[in-house]
């Protein structure tokens, strides 16, 4: 498995969610990881981004409310979600930037009102 995400699933707004992505050790360590989303009739939109020195970045959207990490001895990416709001609903995936074409398994996030 390149990569798999979990950690998805329902909340109210307000709330929070964590989710975690285990990456193939080659792509880790040669890659910029973020955490992409698709939301339905959406384009799928890059999130949060982190190199492996711990530099993040973030879309304007989440910023301040999310926190991308990760545990560089085992190949994994995290994504903290805060103050989540309903316009978060979406298919969150894990994937290099840019992104490789292989897309694995992603992870439903719904906030609802």
């Known amino acids: 498995v390149q990569l798999q995400a979990s950690g998805g699933g329902s909340v109210q707004a307000g709330g929070s969610l964590g989710l975690s992505c285990v990456v193939d050790?080659?792509?880790?360590?040669?890659?910029?990881m973020g955490w992409y989303r698709q939301a339905p009739g959406k384009q799928r939109e890059l999130v949060a981004s982190?190199?492996?020195?711990?530099?993040?970045t973030y879309n304007d959207a989440v910023k301040g409310r999310f926190t991308i990490t990760g545990d560089n001895t085992q190949n994994m990416v995290f994504l903290q979600m805060n103050s989540l709001k309903p316009e978060d609903t979406a298919v969150y995936f894990c994937?290099?930037?840019?992104?490789?074409?292989?897309w694995g398994q992603g992870t439903q996030v719904t906030v609802s009102s």
């Open positions: 050790g080659k792509i880790f360590r040669k890659n910029v």
């Open positions: 994937n290099a930037v840019p992104p490789l074409s292989d």
């Open positions: 982190r190199i492996n020195t711990g530099f993040t």
